[in-house]
């Protein structure tokens, strides 16, 4: 394997460019996924943002997208016949990622090592690395009380107003060696169209890990999550809110301030390069594009500076 393009990435966004990212660059693509999402539930540890990754790269996704393709839902059925409460509905096969995944946890497998072995039976020939061993979990305080993430999303269906988000465990875990490894010798590293505040935030808010983006030599580049000024799906605009952020290019630069090098998006912005392009991935053709341009905009960029002491 030459150099990889490392994409950093969180939800539907980023795993729509990185299997655009897939059919460019091949088994160069690694992928940075959020685990701040994690949750572990009937048994299962299930980790949303790598599994969507996975199941992306694998042409495996439903058309809903998310879960497998296919997938049928008779444990979730099971569960609700014999009374339980089914806030967090998975798929059989889903679920059996999670119980996989929840085994080799249990016998002292990294959780690096755990998703590589997924990977690996979904056939990818990229990789998808969690961006963190030790548990990093999201909460949010909205609604005058503590949410963790995903009943957040699911409970409170992702409503603001946010009063305020916290990366609980991030400041004593860390990027895993394999992380730190490929954003040391990464020739391009992408900051995917996610949520800049709950997707890209915990990847960030690990200790050391915004110090090896700054000293790799490969441009850094984020892609927009928002499609002429506007977020289509999800909560992106009550969090950039809640961080202070206005809802706009503007926006996402400063979510990234000091980090990157170069925005692509659909209207411009100040302080850094943009490439204005479509950033709409709707179909394969449109995810392809999208990543071609952003590689080939990260290339030609310039590194900034070192910074001073």
């Given at each position: 394997?030459?150099?990889?393009v490392?994409?950093?990435?969180?939800?539907?966004?980023?795993?729509?460019?990185?299997?655009?990212?897939?059919?460019?660059?091949?088994?160069?693509?690694?992928?940075?996924?959020?685990?701040?999402?994690?949750?572990?539930?009937?048994?299962?540890?299930?980790?949303?943002?790598p599994?969507?990754?996975?199941?992306?790269?694998?042409?495996?996704?439903?058309?809903?997208?998310?879960?497998?393709?296919?997938?049928?839902?008779?444990?979730?059925?099971?569960?609700?016949?014999?009374?339980?409460?089914?806030?967090?509905?998975?798929?059989?096969?889903?679920?059996?990622?999670?119980?996989?995944?929840?085994?080799?946890?249990?016998?002292?497998?990294?959780?690096?090592?755990?998703?590589?072995?997924?990977?690996?039976?979904?056939?990818?020939?990229?990789?998808?690395?969690?961006?963190?061993?030790?548990?990093?979990?999201?909460?949010?305080?909205?609604?005058g009380?503590?949410?963790?993430?995903?009943?957040?999303?699911?409970?409170?269906?992702g409503?603001?107003?946010?009063?305020?988000?916290?990366?609980?465990?991030?400041?004593?875990?860390?990027?895993?060696?394999?992380?730190?490894?490929?954003?040391?010798?990464?020739?391009?590293?992408?900051?995917?169209?996610?949520?800049?505040?709950?997707?890209?935030?915990?990847?960030?808010?690990?200790?050391g890990?915004?110090?090896?983006?700054?000293?790799?030599?490969?441009?850094?580049?984020?892609?927009?999550?928002l499609?002429h000024?506007?977020?289509?799906?999800?909560?992106?605009?009550?969090?950039?809110?809640?961080?202070?952020?206005?809802?706009?290019?503007?926006?996402?630069?400063?979510?990234?301030?000091?980090?990157?090098?170069?925005?692509?998006?659909?209207?411009?912005?100040?302080?850094?390069?943009?490439?204005?392009?479509?950033?709409?991935?709707?179909?394969?053709?449109?995810?392809?594009?999208?990543?071609?341009?952003?590689?080939?905009?990260?290339?030609?960029?310039?590194?900034?500076?070192?910074?001073?002491?």
């Amino acid at each position: 394997m030459s150099a990889p393009v490392v994409v950093l990435a969180g939800g539907t966004g980023g795993a729509k460019l990185a299997r655009g990212m897939l059919d460019v660059v091949g088994e160069d693509l690694v992928v940075v996924a959020n685990t701040g999402d994690d949750v572990e539930i009937y048994g299962a540890y299930v980790s949303p943002d790598p599994d969507l990754v996975t199941f992306w790269l694998a042409d495996r996704i439903d058309a809903r997208g998310w879960g497998l393709e296919g997938d049928t839902f008779m444990v979730m059925d099971g569960l609700r016949d014999l009374g339980a409460e089914v806030w967090f509905n998975l798929g059989d096969r889903d679920l059996a990622v999670g119980l996989e995944r929840a085994r080799a946890l249990n016998a002292g497998v990294r959780l690096t090592d755990a998703q590589a072995t997924i990977s690996q039976a979904f056939g990818l020939r990229a990789r998808v690395l969690p961006m963190s061993d030790q548990p990093v979990r999201t909460r949010i305080l909205a609604h005058g009380r503590t949410w963790p993430f995903q009943e957040f999303m699911i409970k409170a269906r992702g409503a603001g107003p946010i009063d305020d988000y916290d990366f609980r465990g991030a400041r004593v875990a860390g990027p895993t060696p394999e992380v730190l490894a490929a954003v040391a010798t990464a020739r391009t590293i992408v900051i995917g169209p996610s949520n800049p505040i709950i997707s890209i935030g915990p990847i960030l808010a690990l200790p050391g890990l915004r110090e090896a983006l700054l000293e790799s030599q490969a441009p850094v580049v984020a892609v927009s999550p928002l499609v002429h000024g506007a977020v289509l799906k999800g909560p992106t605009a009550a969090f950039m809110q809640a961080a202070g952020l206005s809802v706009d290019t503007d926006g996402v630069v400063a979510a990234y301030a000091g980090l990157i090098d170069g925005l692509v998006a659909d209207e411009r912005a100040e302080s850094v390069p943009v490439f204005e392009t479509q950033v709409l991935m709707d179909d394969t053709g449109a995810r392809r594009r999208l990543a071609e341009q952003t590689l080939e905009f990260a290339l030609g960029l310039r590194r900034r500076a070192e910074p001073t002491e």
